[in-house]
């Protein structure tokens, strides 16, 4: 039940268009939805998150869209650009919560070509 | 700041030997996490720390493997003895609680462990 499932594994895009990775997960204890973005040789970093309270959030051209009834969360990047290609972690955890864990989606390699 | 330093960034040994990743959480943090990344088993936590003490070690693999924080500003992973199946990016984050809200976790840049 504290399984975050992420699709795809990875994805090509090309330079200027929508790359989009999808998140579901079971546990609707889970309300807090955060994005990370991981660059070779580095750790994750926090890109941008969501609480269910509401279905979108924009931030730039990186974008997260929420489906509370269907437990399950995407992130589209409009107009990529080569610097976006990264790994890119969904994640979800309890807002508030005692525990401060969050459960991790098992990463998307994104390439954006030239 | 500096951010969350772990050290070393690389380290390869032979198998059977011991292992001690390190890590300086940011200052004022409370609480720290490690994590192990593989291909094939994304990002696991390891074991976390509130104010210095382990809450949760339920995702530590086996009994080789320890962690402790002395103190605010210093975290150690160890493994002993070390296995090829061990090898894997090792992660050190920090991050603050935040009353009704959940803090940011703030990675290093990883122990990158190779075991032969």
């Known amino acids: 039940q504290q399984q975050v499932k992420q699709s795809p594994q990875s994805l090509i895009v090309q330079k200027g268009g929508i790359s989009i990775i999808n998140c579901a997960y079971e546990?609707?204890?889970?309300?807090?939805f955060p994005w990370y973005q991981q660059f070779p040789g580095k750790g994750p970093a926090l890109l941008i998150a969501?609480?269910?309270?509401?279905s979108e959030k924009k931030e730039g051209r990186f974008t997260i869209s929420f489906n509370k009834s269907a437990k399950q969360f995407s992130l589209h990047i409009m107009d990529s650009q080569p610097g976006d290609s990264a790994t890119y972690f969904c994640?979800?955890?309890?807002?508030?919560?005692?525990?401060?864990?969050?459960?991790f989606g098992s990463g998307t390699q994104l390439t954006v070509l030239p | 700041d500096a951010g969350v330093i772990q050290s070393p960034r690389h380290e390869v040994t032979e198998m059977g030997q011991e292992v001690t990743l390190r890590c300086k959480p940011i200052?004022?943090?409370?609480?720290l996490f490690w994590y192990r990344q593989t291909m094939m088993r994304g990002l696991e936590l390891l074991i976390y720390?509130?104010?210095?003490?382990?809450?949760?070690d339920s995702g530590m693999p086996e009994d080789r493997f320890s962690a402790k924080m002395p103190n605010a500003s210093f975290s150690t992973l160890k493994i002993q003895p070390s296995e090829p199946r061990d090898s894997a990016v090792y992660f050190c984050?920090?991050?603050?609680?935040?009353?009704?809200?959940?803090?940011?976790?703030?990675f290093g840049e990883g122990s990158r462990l190779t075991v032969l």
């Open positions: 984050a920090s991050s603050l609680f935040l009353a009704g809200g959940v803090g940011e976790l703030f």
């Open positions: 546990n609707t204890a889970f309300d807090y």
């Open positions: 969501i609480r269910p309270d509401v």
């Open positions: 994640a979800a955890g309890v807002f508030g919560g005692s525990a401060r864990q969050l459960t």
């Open positions: 200052s004022g943090h409370d609480y």
């Open positions: 720390f509130n104010n210095n003490v382990p809450i949760d």
